[in-house]
């Protein structure tokens, strides 16, 4: 995955200056997101089957969920409230929380490592909710505005509307042709 996306800058017609470095992910991202009610964090999905979430100022990761058995695929944040759902290989969609506070803040990489960062001092975050009802990999998954739902996009050509308060599917639409790769929601 790394390779696909490198690829696309070699042609670009301006000209990019790096500002800061992200360390951390061992392999490709899939999504990069912001929050929207905290600006100061944003976080990513991999095909490491962990997502990670970034303190924009200082690069720092602040935390890293890695209960997924599979690849990350996307990564979304509540509008208004300091919880994450990602969407992942494994077949399942996570709701997870987050602290804003910065308590969960772990020490930058050395960018000379060669291997992935220890476990040690890193906040691993149970998941508050397990959605589960997928037959194939999840490829995306989105905050629904007004209630607190999620709907899901897969390789299982559906789509999935999830109640995110009790976990439970509360629509499954069925009949595309295809594997359904992406999903959102209009914000009003």
Not at 43 to 62: E, F, H, N, Q, Y
Not at 129 to 138: D, E, I, M, P, Y
Not at 159 to 174: F, K, N
Request: glycine content about 6%; hydrophobic content about 40%; charged content about 15%.
């Amino acid at each position: 995955t790394n390779k696909i996306v490198s690829s696309m800058f070699h042609h670009m017609p301006f000209d990019a200056v790096l500002q800061r470095k992200f360390l951390g992910h061992t392999d490709g991202l899939w999504e990069v997101a912001t929050c929207a009610h905290n600006p100061a964090i944003v976080g990513t999905a991999s095909a490491d089957a962990t997502a990670r979430l970034w303190d924009v100022a200082s690069s720092a990761c602040i935390a890293v969920y890695r209960e997924h058995r599979g690849s990350v695929n996307a990564i979304r944040f509540h509008p208004t409230q300091p919880l994450a759902c990602t969407a992942s290989g494994d077949g399942t969609v996570h709701v997870w929380p987050f602290a804003t506070d910065g308590a969960a803040r772990v020490d930058e990489p050395d960018p000379e490592a060669t291997s992935p960062l220890p476990d040690a001092g890193l906040q691993v975050h149970e998941p508050l909710l397990k959605l589960v009802g997928h037959n194939g990999a999840v490829t995306a998954a989105e905050w629904v505005s007004g209630p607190d739902w999620i709907v899901s996009a897969s390789w299982d050509r559906t789509i999935r509307l999830w109640d995110a308060t009790q976990g439970t599917a509360l629509m499954t639409l069925v009949g595309h042709e295809s594997e359904i790769n992406n999903v959102t929601c209009d914000p009003v």
